[in-house]
C-alpha cells in the first residue's frame, strides 16, 4: 500500500506514507496594514502546503478530472498511545484538513476546480502506518 498508485479510466487510488499535517488552511493570521487587513500564512501554514504539494505532485493523474467526482479520504495519524485504526475524535477538524488538502490537490492539477468534488467521505485514524489514502471516482 505503501506510495502505490491504481489508476484506471474512472477512478485513482494511492496512499501518501507521512506524519499528516495537522495545521489548516483556517489558520490564516490577519494584521492591519494602512488601516486595512492583510491575510497570510504563518510559517507553519506553508510548511503543510508545501509538504502536501510535494506528495500529491507525485501522483497527479494524467489529465484533470473534467467532471464530478466523488473522493475519498482516510487521514492516519501516527497512533502514539491510542489502538491502530482508533477513529481520532480530537482536532484537526476533518473538514479544515479537506480544505488544505483540496486546495493543494487544484494546484497540483487533479480538477481545475475543487467545486468538480460533488461527494465526499472523510475519516480519520490513529495508526501504526501514518499517511493519507485518496481515491477520486469519477461519478
Known sequence: MEND??????????????????????????????GKPVFFDPPELKAARAKLTAYL??????RPYSCGVRLFTKWLFPRGQHRD???RITRPDTDNLQKLLKDCMTDCGYWKDDALVASEIVEKFWAQVPGIWIRIEEL
Open 85 to 87: 485504526g482508533a477513529y
Open 57 to 62: 505532485s507525485q501522483h497527479r493523474p494524467e
Open 5 to 34: 498508485k491504481i489508476t484506471s479510466e474512472r477512478f485513482t487510488q494511492f496512499f501518501m506514507h507521512m506524519d499528516p499535517p495537522t495545521v489548516t488552511a483556517q489558520e490564516h493570521k490577519v494584521i492591519v496594514r494602512n
